[in-house]
């Protein structure tokens, strides 16, 4: 089941526990705890190389269309999507994580 969208302001971090390595343009991410792993294309990749847990969703999509030569629309439906198969899989942190109520 995937996630509900993230929102184009939010920023996303990565899971923690998620352990990953870029070789010949595609990352392997790997949830140890959790036996989860995911082999990223170059897109995915470079999106994943973004999250940084300060560049938000708008933001990621913005260099995605840029660097895809994509319309912004059509990157942040991508990336959002993309998100959320990455947050249903575990790897993204929670979207509350590290908020101070």
């Known amino acids: 089941m995937i996630a509900m969208p993230i929102g184009p302001q939010t920023p996303t971090r990565r ?3 998620a352990a990953s390595r870029i070789y010949d343009g ?3 991410i790997v949830l140890p705890h959790s036996h989860v792993y995911k082999i990223l294309n170059q897109v995915g990749s470079r999106v994943w190389d973004l999250i940084d847990g300060s560049r938000t969703v ?4 913005e260099v995605i269309a ?3 030569d ?3 629309d059509t990157a942040l439906k991508d990336v959002n999507e993309f998100l959320g198969e990455l947050e249903a899989n575990g790897m993204l942190a929670p979207r509350d994580a590290g908020k101070v109520a």
């Open 58 to 61: 708008g933001g990621i999509a």
């Open 15 to 17: 899971q923690p526990d």
């Open 26 to 28: 595609e990352a392997f």
């Open 66 to 68: 840029e660097e895809y």
């Open 70 to 72: 994509v319309t912004q």
